[in-house]
Nanobody, 123 residues
Framework: QVQLVESGGGSVQAGGSLRLSCAASGYRDSRFSMGWFRQGPGKEREGVAVIDSDGRTSYADSVKGRFTISKDNAKNTLYLQMNSLKSEDTAMYYC?????????????????WGQGTQVTVSS
């Protein structure tokens, strides 16, 4: 059974940093794409960052230059380093995976989701 478990959310002031983690388990194949999504108050869920099975990354325009997605394959853990946080980054952040090897922020279609971790940025 596939499980994605996020951690690392919290409250931070604008300009601060947070690092989210997502522990993945239950996969038969170690190669797949993963990504971070978020859903802010009164907003639709949106893609934030994606990393494919070859380590290529893609980002939403709103976070380019501030957020960095990475993956530790040995630990089956996905990360999202978030710097220069803004109040508009406040959202529930979800980890997701797509069994396809090569996806981007525009093409990822998650098969599995984590339960989410809350990020609150105060100005």
């Amino acid at each position: 059974q596939v499980q994605l478990v996020e951690s690392g959310g919290g409250s931070v002031q604008a300009g601060g940093s947070l690092r989210l983690s997502c522990a993945a388990s239950g996969y038969r194949d170690s190669r797949f794409s993963m990504g971070w999504f978020r859903q802010g108050p009164g907003k639709e869920r949106e893609g934030v960052a994606v990393i494919d099975s070859d380590g290529r990354t893609s980002y939403a325009d709103s976070v380019k230059g501030r957020f960095t997605i990475s993956k530790d394959n040995a630990k089956n853990t996905l990360y999202l380093q978030m710097n220069s946080l803004k109040s508009e980054d406040t959202a529930m952040y979800y980890c997701a995976s797509d069994v396809r090897l090569w996806t981007t922020i525009a093409t990822i279609t998650p098969d599995y989701w984590g339960q989410g971790t809350q990020v609150t940025v105060s100005s």
